[in-house]
């Protein structure tokens, strides 16, 4: 059985990942995880790098944005606005991610969006929502529930434009695992312009279809694999 101890473990994990990959964006942008037993989730404290997020530190909110703890630190209220809506629609995510990094912030504004330009992108072909730019989302009421309805099922993946992206999955290495993905396919589709190609090869819509059943049908346990390795090069990086 998932327990709190766990989901904090590995949520703080998450963070450490990402900011040691440079997907982070100075105190900004937010990862959240479901509370195993309760209608509450855990987010970092407002201010922190995200390599200065632990287990000890998380702090565990309610779905209005209380802190269970009134002694614990602040909360981006950002954060509470995107993740309570997205918790309280869809049971079955349990772990989202909400970041800024520079080149999917250049895709958010291409028209066309993600383009299926790589295999990385197959991973979420016709399995993207888009978001027009609405300013800071900090009303739940109105921009939080837009932003969780637009997110149909089998959606894991949001674009917010001119802003950034929000992903979602069951589990914390479902989420890194479609974020990996999302980073690359946004790279590789910001080279494009410095290559040369305006028109860049784009497979039939069949073959694409193909490609993503391959790739999640490819292993049992969606992410599991990778999240371990990054697991271990963070023990790794931490060593030094």
């Not at 989901?7 to 994990?13: D, I």
Request: aromatic content about 12%.
């Amino acid at each position: 059985m998932t327990t709190p101890d766990f989901v904090r473990s590995e949520l703080a994990k998450a963070y450490q990942i990402i900011a040691m990959l440079g997907w982070d964006d100075s105190t900004y942008t937010h990862l959240t995880h479901r509370h195993p037993n309760k209608p509450h989730f855990f987010i970092q404290p407002f201010g922190l790098f995200f390599e200065e997020v632990t287990k000890l530190n998380l702090v565990e909110v309610d779905f209005l944005g209380n802190s269970v703890n009134p002694s614990e630190s602040d909360i981006n209220k950002t954060g509470y606005t995107i993740h309570s809506a997205i918790y309280q629609t869809r049971p079955e995510i349990n772990a989202i991610f909400h970041l800024h990094t520079p080149e999917s912030i250049a895709v958010s504004s291409n028209p066309r969006g993600i383009l299926p330009i790589s295999q990385h992108a197959y991973h979420f072909h016709d399995r993207v929502a888009y978001y027009d730019y609405d300013s800071l989302t900090l009303h739940q009421e109105t921009q939080g529930q837009d932003i969780a309805k637009n997110l149909e099922a089998d959606v894991p993946i949001m674009v917010l434009r001119n802003h950034g992206t929000i992903v979602c999955g069951k589990t914390i290495q479902e989420a890194f695992f479609y974020q990996y993905h999302l980073q690359k396919a946004c790279i590789i589709q910001c080279m494009l312009p410095s290559a040369g190609y305006e028109n860049p090869i784009m497979p039939a819509q069949k073959v694409c279809e193909r490609a993503q059943r391959d790739i999640l049908d490819f292993e049992e346990n969606l992410g599991l694999r990778d999240w371990q390795a990054f697991c271990r090069k963070l023990s790794r990086e931490k060593s030094f």
